[in-house]
């Protein structure tokens, strides 16, 4: 610049020089506003689409989950860029998922990928939002290329070159240090504005920059809580979370999902055909016909199957999902979560076999209550009738208490025998009765026969034998059998009782005992009308229904 100072004051300003000036002035003065506009536009589409980018980049977890609060969260912090006149993100078939109108423009409700627009003073960028490979919508934003007051500047600039060069041609003849010394400003005020405008731009992009990093870091933290939240209520619910391409077929899927499956830690399903050869072979047809008519049909997926774990156990599991669509309909993945439902199968097997158990004793208690109830209408008259049928009745009613105790797997001999005489000793002269003998355990159905058989023999001493005088005693004793094959050995005998004589006819107790007993057991029963009082010897042989106790 000084050097210029020197050589124009040499030239002699002509009215002809001088309009060529003025021209050149506005010429140059035109050029420089029209080349400054290209790069202010260039510079504004490189900061939008930067913005537009990162903000892509920090709603894709959140367009994953369906999160629209966070992403919410990210738009709004792009209000405090002043030149931001609408946000919107979209979902992978283009519709609004979460947007904002920050100075009076509405993002549109569908959106599609298109190049940048400049619309007069606004430029629209859109860019797709992509997680991997797959694309899960994309971004809308507008903004203001330039604001009007930075626009006026520099044209202004442009009418005071105009201006100037009109002052020129005003002031012809003016001298060439005068004309000099003014160019000489003017230039100086065009690049001191040049760098005032550098220096705003710079600016706006750092403050711009910073913004973009402080959304960008909340959105982080708030997805790194999120995701927290999300293990902990999966692992509360013993779920296992996984994704699935539904176009390579890798999937993707957390540590208990794996565990599910039996995998141990560092273990993992890198592709779905690992996952399927997990899965039970007469399980496999109907696991695939699920997820392909969930898929087809746009359902949830709900599917349980067996698998078979790498060390050979089958488990259940119930598998829980949905699909995501991309723009032409086409499943592109698949996403949901999985539950190890065996213990629930366990149980729900069990019931089956406890109602089915149930089932079969309710048939073979009201078979025994017919029974008692067709015996013990031979008695003489019906009180007799009804005294008899009511004590069997409640003795069949004490035999299933015990096993009701014992969740019917069985009963111990000795209990059995104290809890069905119990109702029949004399009112304080319970030492007439003593018991004797190992532990032995029955089968339900041998509980209850021996229940019965025993309320006959204590019947029957109460009203003929030794329980039916005060000095009476009745010895029950049992013991495994010394000789022979594995059986157990039970006496039963009465003394001190009233003269024993063998009875003219038999009745329904002794029928039971001598032949239901031997029928129950596959055993041998006698029953001795000895003087001093009856004896009843039992020999039954040990099998599933009577074992010794260990």
């Not at 629209?124 to 006026?152: K, N």
């Not at 366990?346 to 008692?372: F, G, M």
């Not at 015996?375 to 003795?395: C, T, V, W, Y």
């Not at 039963?492 to 029928?511: D, H, K, L």
Request: charged share 25%; net charge neutral.
């Amino acid at each position: 610049m000084p050097g210029r100072a020197k050589i124009l004051p040499s030239l002699k300003l002509t009215p002809s020089r001088a309009a060529a000036v003025a021209v050149t002035l506005v010429l140059a003065g035109l050029a420089m506003a029209v080349a400054n506009e290209s790069q202010v536009r260039a510079q504004k589409l490189r900061e939008v689409t930067v913005q537009a980018e990162i903000l892509a980049g920090s709603v894709a977890g959140a367009l994953a989950f369906d999160d629209r609060a966070t992403t919410g969260e990210y738009i709004s912090a792009l209000r405090a860029n002043r030149d931001v006149e609408a946000v919107g993100v979209y979902d992978a078939q283009g519709r609004l998922a979460a947007g904002a109108a920050l100075t009076g423009a509405q993002p549109p409700v569908v959106n599609r990928i298109a190049p940048p627009v400049f619309d007069g003073a606004h430029l629209t960028v859109t860019v797709p939002v992509f997680q991997g490979t797959s694309r899960l919508g994309s971004v809308y934003l507008r903004t203001i290329v330039e604001p009007w007051s930075r626009r006026a500047a520099r044209y202004a600039a442009v009418g005071l070159l105009i201006l100037m060069a009109s002052l020129v041609i005003a002031i012809f003849g003016a001298s060439n240090a005068s004309l000099a010394e003014a160019h000489r400003k003017l230039q100086i005020e065009m690049l001191e504005r040049e760098k005032a405008e550098a220096a705003l731009r710079l600016s706006q992009k750092a403050e711009a920059e910073a913004q973009v990093a402080i959304a960008t870091e909340r959105g982080r933290a708030a997805l790194r809580q999120s995701e927290q939240q999300l293990e902990l209520a999966l692992r509360a619910g013993r779920l296992g979370a996984w994704a699935l391409d539904l176009k390579s077929g890798g999937i993707i899927a957390s540590e208990l999902f794996h565990a599910n499956f039996g995998l141990g830690e560092g273990e993992s399903f890198d592709r779905y055909a690992g996952l399927v050869a997990r899965v039970h072979a007469d399980d496999r047809a109907r696991q695939q016909r699920d997820m392909d008519a969930a898929i087809a049909g746009r359902a949830d997926l709900e599917s349980e199957y067996r698998t078979v774990t790498p060390d050979g156990e089958t488990r259940w599991i119930l598998m829980r999902g949905r699909a995501a669509y991309d723009d032409d309909g086409t499943a592109v993945r698949m996403t949901g979560v999985s539950l190890d439902i065996t213990a629930r199968k366990k149980a729900d097997e069990h019931q089956r076999l406890l109602l089915d158990e149930l089932n079969h004793r309710v048939k073979n208690t009201l078979a025994t209550v017919q029974s008692i109830a067709l015996q013990s209408a031979r008695e003489a008259d019906a009180a007799a009738f009804e005294r008899a049928f009511l004590s069997r009745i409640a003795a069949l009613a004490r035999a299933h208490d015990l096993l009701t105790e014992v969740a019917w797997e069985g009963a111990d001999l000795k209990e059995v025998i104290a809890r069905t005489l119990a109702p029949h000793a004399p009112e304080g002269q319970a030492d007439h009765i003593h018991l004797s003998g190992p532990g032995v355990r029955l089968g339900p159905n041998a509980a209850v026969s021996l229940t019965m058989a025993f309320h006959e023999l204590a019947t029957n001493a109460c009203k003929y034998g030794s329980l039916s005088t005060a000095g009476g005693r009745v010895d029950v004793t049992w013991s495994a059998a010394p000789h022979g094959p594995g059986a157990v050995e039970i006496h039963w005998t009465e003394s001190g009782g009233p003269i024993v004589s063998p009875p003219t006819r038999r009745g329904f107790g002794s029928r039971l005992v001598e032949r239901g007993l031997a029928r129950e057991f596959d055993g041998q029963v006698e029953l001795v009308f000895a003087p001093k009082g009856l004896c009843c010897h039992m020999r039954l042989p040990l099998s599933q229904k009577m074992q010794i106790a260990a």
